[in-house]
Each structure stands twice: as structure tokens, then as C-alpha cells.
């Protein structure tokens, strides 16, 4: 069982803060550019490759684009669960049919979320996916990742491991977010692999 060091939530606070300050200098352009080739990286990977439900998610502002993957995982028959975030920050699922099947949610004070406007399939859908995309802003060479704070995903994580589910865990970023390390925190979980613009790295 590993051991947090007490401090590791300022810690994670701070590298948090560096992190999101240097995605918002990227512009439109860098974001677009970023994503074709994210998108072409990920599309190379055997886990999906071989998937038929992907859980993923839509990107937004300045985070790594997934538009062009989920639309390239969709045109191969591959089933996209995208999250709709509930009061209390948990995730419940629907269906990807395309761009017009996206309905942007503003939750309270925070950035507005493109999420199916469809079906909800209830927050255990994920457990069929083969694949979960995860975001993120930065994984370590261990495959711990470090998410926004929100905890949405860590409750995807703790689900799958109840339910015994066993897909392959991948988060999306760019190429400076691959770091040597990151807190941790005694519920946080490493990933199967990292895809940045510039190629897949596996743990």
C-alpha cells in the first residue's frame, strides 16, 4: 500500500495552478494542430484498435483536443460514452452521435461542458467500455496521473474497480505534461499509457 505524504494536496494545489497557466498561452491554433495529431497517435493504439465502447470525453478551452478522435473512433463503429456531470460531481453516461448530439451545460460557476444531450445510461455504463480516456493535466513516469481536483474520475476509477472491470487506461496531453513525478494521494490509481502529439508512452 503506498504512503502520501501529507502535504501532497498543496502540492498537487500548486503544480495544478503552473500547469493551467502554461495550457492557457497555447493558442487556437497550437490547440488544432495538437489534437490532428493526438488523434492520429491514439488511433494507432492496439486498445483501440481492438475496442468496441470507448469511454472518452469532449475536450475543452485549451485542453487537448479529442473532437477529431471521437470522430475518428465513431467512423470506425466504435460505441463513445461521453460523461455528463452530475450535482455531485459523480458521471453519468451517453451515447456520442455526433457533433449535433452535444449540448453545452454550464455547471454553476465553472467553464460550460459540451455532453450528449441524448440517452443517460446511468453512472455504471462505464464498465463496459474496453477503453477510458481520461483527462488530465500532467502523468509521471510511473502512470499516476494528476486530474483537475473535481474527483469525477477518481469515482470512474473506484467504480471500475468494484465492478472488476479491467479497461485500458489512457490520458490525453500534451508533450511538456509528461513530468518525472507527481503527488499522490493514497485513492489515486496509475494509467496503462500516456498519448501526447508526438506518440504514446506505456507504463
Sequence with gaps: MRHSEPSAEPDKRGLRLRLIAVRNRLTADDVRESEAALARCALELPELARARTVAAYVSVGSEPGTRALLDALRARGVRVLLPVLLPDNDLDWGVYAGEGSLARVQHGGRMALLEPAGERLGPDAVTAADAVL??????????????????????????????????ALVVLLYDTEVVERVPEEEHDRPVHAVVTPSGVRRF
Excluded: I, K, Q
Excluded at 493535466?137 to 470512474?156: C, I, K, P, T, W
Design 134 to 167: 481520461l483527462p488530465g493535466l500532467a502523468v509521471d513516469a510511473r502512470g499516476m496521473r494528476l486530474g483537475r481536483g473535481g474527483g469525477s474520475y477518481d469515482r470512474v476509477l473506484a467504480r471500475l474497480e468494484r465492478a472488476g472491470a479491467h479497461p
